[in-house]
């Protein structure tokens, strides 16, 4: 048992189209079909993760339509503001964090909006800050995508700009002195007058603080240049490592870069994406997944994952293991960090329905266990320090979210791995954060 | 009585920065001084509108904080999106519509905004789509105000590739087929590819078709070139006519425009600024008036009113009407519409405070009185065909807006001249406006 106030596992729920991480989640029974414009429904989920004391929801974002829909949902919220706001409005303490695009978006517009979230809710909103790679979102904006050292150089002036904006009201600037006739100290609000290679504002922002003064901002991805951004002003890193190694990897860079730029690394936590499947044993698990897989596009699957373990596979061996002469021939793609995982499982014996229901064609670390095997994973992860959290990608959200809060939560708790509830009533509370207001003094 | 199916009055209530349309407002007894930051007390007033059958909530915008906050709330809200979906989730009737400026949004950003919010409110969002004339607003996005004539033309850009990206998903492209595997028909949603002098975007959007298809376009202000922007694309028009006449022009100007690209004329609606303020008596609603107008300026006002007319007053004159001498030197300011209706009231014999009671220098026609006055007042415009319904500006929203909606309703309900029920679910519905999806085929 660690002791009391060792650290603890920080987790983020991913709630993207509102239906679950996985292609054929809004064919299966309990899912509403119209769940990705139906508010309601998001609004309980974000409920749900509430009462598991889960620190924030996530929704990943890129402004295209990169699916086909014949078969599969949209990956993103229809909009991550309008979405937040609603959970805003019925959810008390956990945070409310989306991507929005350094690349796509001005920074007023960034500033504004989620600032005015992060004052709907009362100081639980977070920005992930990303450059967008997607040559068809930027053809949405009538542009085509910079050059990457653009993109990046662009991306530390929105931040840059955005926390000015934000900061451009002091702390104690909106007196609302009715009897003193004075609804705002005008010497503690002063413009931003930035202006930038790539992006300006003049200021200040029409929004006083909110009750964690200003959000919290997150980063993900993107090599060297991203761990840049991330350590100068993230508190918040998401990240996809498929194994112990990669993540503890990844957060030893990312707290050594924070360190180098003057921060404490304890105030940079990296939440590794993680993909669980719970349900009374493993095989029911593994069947869970099954009819998840058969839901949408099995066939394509197997032919991926021949691809993956360097075998042309076919749809007619699914419900066969791979023969002796085949891992024998097997060459697992050097280019995928999945690939030895995924050789590992289809030695184990299980048939390619099997195999493919260990998730390891998936684009996060997959557990499809029970509720033990789920805690037992992430308590190794988290203390061999791969990550100091994880960014939950669940199955299917209409009973999956439930599940891992009704039965994963509460073992991790037991273990004193999680908090029994909120240390806060804000996103910073709830992550640890220090108080900021503007740009961190010591960036500057 | 007018007929049964005869026309009746349309209301917007504007709620602005949640204090009320008078800058006094956020001092008044009753007034929660945190009202600009607080959903609750904002998502309140939404709710007492649509008791009272408002068609619907409106929020002017600029992204400008153009106001000295020392005295003064800013004008408008924390966010357009952020406050309309709190209003969204709380509401069930009520359209929602805010100002979005054409001049520094792109044209996806808006799109997915407003669509994202007519699908969180079931078929209720409107786009007030208007080009920004304020050049600190500008600067907050690191641009010089464009020519006139770029602003005008990016507008009608704008309007047409929002439209458009709307229109990507035809109304029945959502299938949501659990049987036959398939979530939408691809067939029926296409990209948009159009590529303007200022505006460009690929799509599609990836948001499928509300209740009422797509949101309702309104337009404010602007000249011959914003009759033009209304007369193509708007179902609303907002507008400040200080007199009947005024009014009159304006609508015939609009409906002769509309004709003129095809449309039938009683597909756009004019709604003309309107203040009231509501009390049992005349003198009872002069005090409300002149309590607001000391809780914050009357010393600039007194010297407001003096330009207004052509004479130098002092506050020293405050509690004396203009003096025989005084009248006959006045000299209305050739240049501004409400000047002749000040002379006209301070001839009446009122004192200078009085005068600035009955409101002569608003930017919206001011009617103190009883609820009868009011409800007088917007029948003569109403049937002399000034306007086609009111954008309501209430003084105080704390118990203006009630008032309005208990005191004023019934009588116009009374006299036949307002509905007693919303006539469907969606905005278009309450604006009688033809369902529409994509561009309209009458203007390509
Ligand atoms: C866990 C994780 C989450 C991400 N979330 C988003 C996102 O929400 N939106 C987005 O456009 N990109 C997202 N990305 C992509 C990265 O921001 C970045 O674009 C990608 O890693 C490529 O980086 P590059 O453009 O620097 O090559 C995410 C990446 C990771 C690893
Ligand atoms: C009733 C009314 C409402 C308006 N609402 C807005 C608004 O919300 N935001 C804005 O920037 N301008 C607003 N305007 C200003 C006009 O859109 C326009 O900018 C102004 O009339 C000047 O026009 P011009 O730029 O064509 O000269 C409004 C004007 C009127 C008459």
Redo the contacts between chains.
Sequence with gaps: MPSPDAPQILLALQLANGYGAQPGA??MPGTD??A??D?DVLVRYAQTAERGKIQLIFLADT???DV???????H????P???L??M???TERIGLVATSSTT???P??IA??F???D??SHGRAGWNAVPTSIP?AA????ITLPSRQDKYERAHEVVQVVQALWGSWEADAWV?D?EG??????SK?RPVNL?GRH??????????P?EQGQPVIFQAGGGDAGLEVAARYATGVYANPFTIDEGRAHRDALRAAAERVGRDPDEVKLFAGFMPTVAASRRAALDRRRILDE??DLDQRVRYLGSMIGLPLTPAQLDEPLSADQLAAARPSPGDPRAPHALDVAQEGWTLRDVLAHGVIDYHPVVPGTAADVADHMQEWFEAGACDGFSLAVDVYADGVDTFVDEVVPLLQQRGLFHTDYEGTTLRDHLGAPAQYGTDPRLS
Excluded: C
């Excluded at 993103?76 to 909009?79: E, G, K, L, Q, V």
């Excluded at 053809?139 to 009538?142: F, I, K, L, S, T």
């Design positions: 809004w064919r079909p119209s990705y414009t508010m402004p295209v339509l086909d829909l014949e078969q599969q949902a949209p993103h919220a229809t909009d503001i309008v979405v706001t609603s805003a409005r019925s796509l978006n001005e007023f517009t504004r909006q600032k005015a979230l004052i709907a068809a053809a949405n904006y009538g609302r009715v006739r004075r609804f705002a100290d005008m609000i202006r992006v300006a504002s003049a200021g200040p922002l029409a929004i006083p909110s839901s949408v």
